[in-house]
């Protein structure tokens, strides 16, 4: 298996410009996170799915950050518009049934606001 | 909810000696605890975990200790080595739910 997936690895941009991030979890897991390290704040998760449903979103920042999991093969994290502060390594990660208690992390996207 | 704290920030051991890194949890219904290292610009990768119903869980050179009545838990590296050095975080699952809540993580320097 490849792991999870992420893209893309590296993302600059603008402030004020929409940035979509990208993960495919492991084949068969039930459960998808969206996680931002920083190293102020450091791990944080902001939401999570189980089959394609948003089960908790409480560590999503504000409404400029939005998910979603259209299929059991992918998902997105979206920010629109971006800002300076939202720069940071986003991490994917799964687990699947029963426990569901191992994550796997992917590579991360490492984001870069100016 | 879950609330995880972490010490020491940071560890700096000589090759051969032990390193242990420490987390305490205050949802005393928590029962799941991995560790996770990080390696400069890598994933965290899970190196070892422990359930709520085990004390303790060893695997080479690491291990970990559950103490669930002072709701504490621990690392262990013995032996370590330069390729040991990361940063480790443990975590614990917050109860009824998947989510997993992070300490602040370790910096571990093995010097050689």
């Known amino acids: ?114 | 909810g879950e609330n995880v704290e972490q010490h020491p920030s940071t560890l700096s051991v000589q090759e051969g000696d032990s390193a242990v890194i420490k987390c305490t949890y205050s949802d005393s219904a928590s029962n799941y605890f991995p560790w996770y290292k990080q390696e400069l610009g890598k994933r965290p990768q899970l190196i070892i975990d422990i359930r709520s119903n085990v004390g303790e869980k060893k695997d080479q050179r690491i291990a970990v200790t559950l103490n669930k009545t002072a709701k504490h838990f621990s690392l262990h590296i013995t032996e370590t080595q330069p390729e040991d050095s990361a940063v480790y975080f443990c975590a614990a699952r917050d109860t009824g739910t998947y989510k997993y809540i992070f300490g602040t993580g370790t910096r571990l320097k093995v010097l050689a």
């Not at chain 1, 792991?3 to 940035?19: A, C, D, K, L, W």
């Not at chain 1, 189980?50 to 093969?73: L, Q, T, Y």
Request: proline share 8%.
């Open chain 1, 1 to 114: 298996d490849a792991g999870v997936i992420q893209s893309p690895r590296h993302e600059v941009t603008e402030m004020g410009q929409e940035v979509t991030l990208r993960c495919k979890p492991i084949s068969g897991h039930d459960y998808l996170f969206w996680y931002r390290q920083t190293m102020m704040r450091g791990l944080e998760l902001l939401i999570y799915f189980n089959n394609n449903v948003p089960i908790d979103d409480s560590g999503m920042p504000e409404d400029r950050f939005s998910a979603k999991m259209p299929n059991a093969s992918f998902s997105t994290l979206k920010i629109q518009p971006s800002e300076p502060r939202d720069s940071a390594v986003y991490f994917c990660a799964s687990s699947f049934l029963p426990g569901a208690e191992t994550q796997y992390f992917g590579p991360g996207t490492r984001l870069l606001v100016l």
